[in-house]
């Protein structure tokens, strides 16, 4: 029989339910050619396990992108908690929320139980980028059915070179500037 401790017996076979120090008692009640013998018991301790936890790289992101989920797991099935070590973005629950351009370091943690140890944290790294940015484009005076000459602004992004960006122009007003006049 078990005395103490987590676990369990059925005829011969003990399962352990935890960890901890387990008690379990021999017994032997006797019959008309022997008598009862002296219960012995044993004790030994059954020590926490070890875990892993798994948590996938993250993709970059571009800054004004939405809050985003992370999701990792441990191999105890405890739940995982997640910290953001370094960078622009915050984290509530397993929520991030961008605040700004850069490296982001998110850290998932599980910190055992009565049963298991606490799994090593893993870190994932991903880049914030910044969007490209325009320059203030002055007001325009355009006088009807003339063109008019070349509007000048600049264009830049710290990712990608000035020349590899895709600028797409539409007008605001389709009636006074259709797109094909963009």
């Known amino acids: 029989s078990i005395v103490s401790g987590p676990a369990t017996i059925n005829a011969n076979t003990v399962t352990l339910t935890g960890a901890g ?35 996938g790289a993250l993709t970059n992101k571009v800054f004004g992108d939405p809050p985003f989920a992370v999701n990792a797991t441990a191999s105890s099935s405890l739940p995982v908690s997640f910290s953001i070590v370094s960078g622009p973005a915050t984290i509530s629950g397993n929520t991030i929320t961008l605040t700004g ?39 325009q005076t355009a006088v009807r059915d003339t063109t008019t000459s070349a509007i ?22 389709q009636t006074l500037v259709p797109n094909a006049n963009v």
Do not use: C
């Open 21 to 55: 120090t387990i008690t379990v008692r021999a017994s032997q009640a006797g019959d008309t050619n022997f008598d009862a013998a002296a219960n012995v018991d044993q004790t030994f301790i059954v020590t926490k396990a070890n875990q892993t936890t798994t948590f």
């Open 101 to 139: 351009g850069g490296t982001v370091v998110v850290r998932a943690s599980q910190a055992g139980n009565a049963d298991f140890n606490a799994a090593l944290s893993v870190d994932q790294p991903f880049v914030v980028n910044s969007p490209p940015a325009i320059s203030a484009i002055p007001k």
């Open 152 to 173: 000048a602004f600049s264009i830049s992004d710290a990712e990608t070179a000035a020349s590899s960006l895709v600028l797409t122009a539409s007008s605001a007003n």
